[in-house]
């Protein structure tokens, strides 16, 4: 059975994210450009516990080093 949702439960919870919508892909390292996720951690992010997401998020600066030295100037500091 489904939890759905009523005015007592309140808005739902914010999901914090790296997103910055420069939604591009490099294929070369598939992370996105701006914000180095793969497209599996974008595509499941929601779903994703708290803890997960925490860890992901502190591996995301190391990412720039996978990409093309070409590539690295274009991801949003």
Not at 33 to 48: D, F, M, N, V
Not at 56 to 77: C, F, K, N, Y
């Amino acid at each position: 059975m489904s939890h759905i949702r009523t005015p007592s439960d309140g808005p739902p919870k914010t999901i914090k994210t790296p997103c910055t919508k420069v939604c591009t892909v490099d294929g070369a390292s598939g992370l996105c450009l701006g914000c180095l996720r793969s497209l599996q951690e974008i595509a499941e992010w929601s779903r994703l516990d708290d803890a997960t997401r925490e860890a992901i998020l502190e591996e995301l600066p190391g990412r720039v080093s996978r990409l093309d030295p070409a590539l690295q100037g274009l991801v949003p500091r």
